[in-house]
């Protein structure tokens, strides 16, 4: 979807505002320049609510012109052009909506829309518009495309869970992962119907009694997943608690003489850290080679040498690998006379008795050679275990044991430091100290307590689905048995052939493709920011499996994006974000971004103008005046400005010139990044106010 042009009237601060927006692909970048008060917030809620309606608008807003008086009737009307692309080239529509109020008391009605496909031969108006306009941009896309430069930073900032909860949404909604996950349960459903009509028509009580355990796992695995997923949201929030708790406890112990053990204590507790993640990895090897293959051959080394040597004595005789079977019939089949020279014509006496005795033989050596051909599997199968000398597991598993011990008599060391550091500061007589300290320790145990919660009802859930899936089979394998119910089966497992077939692709999206999405916001993400890969201070950002955008620094230190970023890096990570979600899910629609490059100056200012344009089908910005400065050469390359637009009100404190009335609007020019004229020329200080005015 492209947006080619935008009408407004009647819109709060916006009427008769025409705007008109470039689909040019080597200048995809539309500018709308507006100082702030000027309605550039008010315009992207305008084609918010022209594009997805009613449900765009913010809860109690209201449309009416502001310079209206309370009890005169209202119309407010938004009318947008937008093209397709469709099979036989790119399709034009038409969006017309509007609404009236007869009063500022009354309730605002809903809006009606219409909309139109735009031909040669005129507009023509089509049924059922919210259904067309739903499919050509869905409305829960919306926050993707349409960003308000201060609000896009909730996707990094404020409450974890509700950072978590944000980018997950944002995720599936491109990704469609919630169409994938409505599919797999109404295929769920039909599995559901089958199996009873299955039991109307054909059950038995063994069929039956399988039927009931799946329908009782069906039931839990959805409760047991939003348990999961409630626990998930606690273990973020009393993350969330628990770092805030920490900060304040770390910001009480800075002040005076507790400074240095502050730091040291900081230090500690991030070793401590690292170490527990070294831990973790080492147990992680150390536990794989109790269960690996080296392991087998270390403790079945004998054994395996010996049947080695016995398969290969029998390669050396010929019995491996087996072909007895298949020569002999080849020389019925495909021959005339016998190996040993002999007629095998069966319309002669000698020739038929000969054919004879080698069929016999076939079928007695047949089972002979069944033996064989597993004794030739095993042959070929197993080389890798009865030849060559695999590595020392003694020395693997030494190695691992020896490098935990010494994690672990670091980690000790650590804790008794971090003990030593606190009782210290337990001895500094401070209330406030203690209190966060016990409210730190209480969300510590909370949130060990949920942690293990998590773990319980994880397993809970990966035990429940494997033995939905045994039952499954079980269903399966008895109801087949059934001469009566055969179709029905058959429809059965085609159901969850397909059942499968959609959530592995749910799964892959919700891994790789989310991987994908990371990998491709970080590298954005660097290029806005020119961070340099041997000396940068950022080194990488990603998408954690919770859905956190993270930061890392050098020593792969984790950068709390809220705190740990300044305001132009963190825009320009939201930005990446939105970007790369964008062209990993292979959604085409336009980026409309309000005040992109607030808190922006200099090199990162010019990259996310050019990352963003390069990474965008069509990019719209909105931009004040400072954030054009510095951006005027790129813009100049890349750039179709529509206009710029003007609030009367702000004369004569800012505007140089009368704009000849006090109505409550905004005014639109032509000028465009590097111009100005009689209704746009404004001050650039109140300093030059005064100067020149005077």
């Known amino acids: 979807m492209k947006l080619l042009s935008a009408r407004f009237d009647g819109f ?201 355990d799946l329908e009782h796992a069906e039931k839990q695995l959805p409760i047991l997943t939003n348990k999961f997923d409630d626990i998930k949201d606690k273990i973020a929030n009393l993350n969330d608690l628990k770092e805030k708790a920490d900060r304040e406890l770390q910001d009480a112990l800075s002040a005076g003489n507790r400074d240095e053990l502050s730091k040291e204590l900081v230090d500690v507790r991030r070793n401590r850290t690292q170490l527990e993640e070294q831990r973790k990895r080492t147990e992680k090897r150390q536990s794989e080679l109790i269960s690996s293959e080296i392991l087998t051959r270390h403790m079945m080394a004998d054994p395996f040498a010996r049947a080695g040597k016995l398969l290969d004595e029998l390669r050396k005789k010929g019995q491996i690998p087996n072909k007895t079977v298949p020569i002999l019939e080849d020389r019925l089949d495909n021959h005339l006379d016998c190996i040993c020279g002999g007629s095998l014509d069966e319309s002669t006496s000698d020739g038929a008795e000969r054919r004879s005795n080698i069929q016999k033989l076939i079928d007695d050596s047949r089972e002979a050679d069944d033996i064989r051909a597993k004794v030739s599997d095993l042959y070929y199968d197993g080389r890798n275990l009865f030849s060559g000398k695999p590595p020392s597991w003694s020395d693997l598993y030494s190695d691992a044991f020896q490098e935990r011990q010494q994690i672990d008599s670091v980690y000790r060391d650590i804790g008794e430091k971090e003990a030593e550091l606190e009782a210290k500061l337990d001895k500094i007589p401070d209330i406030n100290v203690q209190r966060l300290r016990e409210i730190k320790q209480t969300y510590d145990k909370q949130l060990r307590d949920e942690i293990v919660r998590g773990a319980e009802t994880e397993g809970d859930i990966k035990r429940l689905r494997a033995k939905k899936v045994e039952l499954e089979k079980e269903f399966r394998t008895l109801s087949a048995k059934v001469s009566k119910g055969v179709k029905i089966a058959r429809d059965l497992d085609v159901a969850t052939d397909i059942r499968g077939m959609v959530e592995n692709a749910l799964d892959r999206m919700k891994t790789v493709e989310v991987r994908s999405v990371s990998a491709r916001m970080n590298e954005l993400f660097l290029d806005m920011i020119g961070a340099d890969k041997e000396s940068a201070l950022i080194t990488r950002a990603e998408i954690t499996p919770e859905f956190s955008i993270v930061v890392y620094g050098r020593n792969e230190l984790v950068m709390d994006p809220s705190i740990d970023l300044n305001g132009a890096s963190r825009r320009a990570l939201t930005i990446s974000f939105v970007l790369a979600l964008t062209e990993v899910s292979g959604v085409e629609a336009p980026n409309v971004i309000d005040t992109p490059l607030g808190m922006m100056s200099g090199f990162v200012k010019t990259e996310v103008v050019r990352t963003a344009s390069e990474n965008s089908s069509q990019l719209i910005l909105f931009l004040t005046h400072d954030e054009i400065k510095g951006c005027e050469d790129i813009l100049d390359q890349r750039a179709v400005v529509a206009g710029t637009i003007t609030n009367p009100a702000h004369y004569p404190r800012i505007l140089k010139n009368d704009p000849g009335t006090q109505d409550a609007m905004t005014l639109q020019c032509d000028c465009d990044h590097r111009s100005h004229c009689k209704v746009c020329d404004r001050y650039e200080s109140s300093a030059q106010a005064q100067l020149e005015g005077a």
């Open 12 to 212: 709060r601060l916006l009427s008769g505002i025409d705007l008109k927006f470039s689909v040019d692909p080597k200048k995809n970048i539309t500018v709308i320049r507006a100082a702030n008060e000027s309605g550039k917030t008010t315009m992207l809620t305008a084609l918010q609510w022209g594009l997805i309606g009613d449900e765009a608008l913010p809860k109690g807003y209201s449309l009416r012109r502001m310079d209206l008086p309370p009890n005169k009737p209202a119309s407010t009307r938004v009318e947008i052009d937008y093209e397709i692309e469709g099979r036989m080239g790119p399709k034009h529509y038409r969006i017309v909506r509007r609404v009236t109020s007869e009063t500022i008391e009354d309730k605002r009605p809903r809006s009606l829309v219409e909309l139109y496909h735009v031909t040669a031969a005129g507009p023509e108006e089509l049924d059922s518009p919210t259904n067309h306009i739903q499919q050509h941009f869905p409305a829960e896309l919306r926050e993707v495309f349409f960003t308000d430069g201060d609000r896009a930073l909730s996707f990094i900032e404020g409450a974890k869970s509700e950072q978590q909860h944000k980018v997950r949404n944002a995720i599936e909604r491109m990704m469609g992962l919630s169409l994938l996950e409505t599919t797999t349960e109404h295929i769920r459903t039909i599995e559901r119907q089958l199996r009873n009509k299955f039991d109307k028509e054909a059950g038995n009580a063994e069929t039956r009694k399988v039927e009931e």
